[in-house]
DNA sequence: AACACGGGCAACCGCGTGTAC
DNA sequence: CGTACACGCGGTTGCCCGTGT
């Protein structure tokens, strides 16, 4: 059926903001707030399309923003959450009162899974990498397909939804359980082990942001639910 | 000094979801 | 109930800048 373009390009500026047209667009949403992002150009004066406004005002215009790198405790928290989420940066971001999905996605891509793997672990999995190659091994007789992430799982249910560390996890899930249990549990090491590594005090040593029980429990919303 | 290269980041693109009609 | 629309999200791209050769 295909979609409709979110707006006619025709005429519309793209590429790098002036701080003119931030201005614009804050004084706007300052004045007015935000009720349409699609009239928000117009009414403006930009010849932007609403997408292209709404990701300027998220990213980089709130005034809420938290500016400047993130922290190393902020870091770690990350990789939690994301041994957790998978890339669902948004949700990820949610934890950081002031930082945007993007900033995270960016710094997860950028710095975060080099350190990862200079460590040793695998930044899809969070499992330390020799021990993903023993897993490999031990089920060689597994199709080595089942094994990979699919990111056009098709016939997955919840296709479309499950990010791919997630995907990977329930394909594990399914042909060893236990597997599944120690890769975990692996999970929710990792930032403690990186902390040991990098000889940093970290708040979640006494008090994880979220227990194993919690990650082991299918009720529990975020990863296992379907909007 | 000039060039090549890689990292970091802002912005874009396309798809999924929610919802009003 | 089906369709169209707006929004939100995640993946990707492209530019800028610092660093190495």
Known sequence: MGRQPCCDKVGLKRGP???????????????NGIHCWRMVPKLAGLLRCGKSCRLRWINYLRPDLKRGALSEMEENQIIQLHARFGNRWSKIASHFPGRTDNEIKNHWNTRIKRRLKLLGVDPVTHKPIEEKEKV?????????????????????????VLE?????NEVEMSYDERNDYEMLSGSLDVGLWINQETNT???YNSTPPFSLEDSLNPSMGESSSVQ
């Open 17 to 31: 903001w002036t701080i003119e047209e931030d201005h614009k667009l804050i004084n706007f949403i300052l004045d």
């Open 136 to 160: 490999a091994e031990k089920t060689e007789t597994v199709p080595e397909e089942s094994l990979e992430v699919t990111p056009k799982a098709d016939n997955h249910e919840q296709s479309g």
């Open 164 to 168: 791919t560390s997630e995907r990977q």
């Open 201 to 203: 005090s970290n708040s």
